[in-house]
């Protein structure tokens, strides 16, 4: 299994962005994918997940923000950030949970700043 991310990048607050994951390694269309970030000095949470079925939710504070999608045939998920803030600066990664394991990749730097 890979996960591999990428549109990470410096933006001004009220910008966006558009994060993408490529998968591999699995049936990608079978499994719920899922986008969490980590702050320094903070713990890892779950910003937005969808199912194989393309059901979505999302964490409080990016409902209305974020919108998360796939391409199954691609086998991409993205995150597209908008009215980006300096508090969702963080390393975000992509998440995929296959038979009770997580799956993780190397994550990509987000910076929201004047």
């Known amino acids: 299994v890979q996960l591999v991310e990428s549109g990470g990048g410096l933006v001004q607050p009220g910008g966006s962005l558009r994060l993408s994951c490529a998968g591999s390694?699995?049936?990608?269309?079978?499994?719920?994918m899922s986008w969490y970030r980590q702050a320094p000095g903070k713990q890892r949470e779950l910003v937005a997940r969808?199912?194989?079925?393309?059901?979505?939710n999302y964490a409080d504070s990016e409902k209305g923000r974020f919108t998360i999608s796939r391409d199954n045939p691609k086998n991409t998920v993205y995150l597209q950030m908008d009215s980006l803030k300096p508090e969702d600066t963080a390393v975000y990664y992509c998440?995929?949970?296959?038979?009770?394991?997580?799956?993780w990749g190397q994550g990509t730097q987000v910076t929201v700043s004047p």
């Open positions: 998440n995929a949970a296959i038979l009770s394991y997580n799956y």
């Open positions: 969808i199912t194989s079925g393309g059901n979505t």
């Open positions: 390694g699995f049936f990608f269309s079978r499994y719920a």
